[in-house]
Nanobody, 120 residues
């Protein structure tokens, strides 16, 4: 059974850097052909894909986030990290990590999400 668990600070001040970790168990983040995404949901709105990392380590980012986002991984710890710089209050969201099989446009496993509030 694959499990994903997001963790990070619940509260961040505006203009700071937000760092979140997705710890994966039951599968290796280097397993071909899987893709690991960060997705967020603002209050009362739909999901937004932010970016992801391939099993190979290649990364993709949503064009609107590209200037502020970085996704990396630690294969020894089997986790994926999201960093978002210069956060405004609009980055207040529930943040999720999820796994998809490359070539199939749906996620088969999700974490339960972590709520982040950007507030001074």
């Amino acid at each position: 059974q694959v499990q994903l668990q997001e963790s990070g600070p619940g509260l961040v001040k505006p203009s700071q850097t937000l760092s979140l970790t997705c710890t994966v168990s039951g599968d290796s983040i280097t397993t071909n052909p899987y893709y690991w995404s960060w997705i967020r949901q603002p209050p009362g709105k739909g999901f937004e894909w932010m970016g992801g990392i391939h099993y190979s380590g290649n990364t993709d980012y949503a064009p609107s986030r590209k200037s502020r986002i970085s996704i990396s991984r630690d294969t020894a710890k089997n986790h994926i990290t999201l960093q978002l710089t210069a956060v405004p209050p609009e980055d207040t969201c529930a943040y999720y990590c999820a796994r998809a099989r490359l070539g199939i446009n749906e996620y088969d496993y999700w974490g339960q999400g972590t709520q982040v509030t950007v507030c001074s």
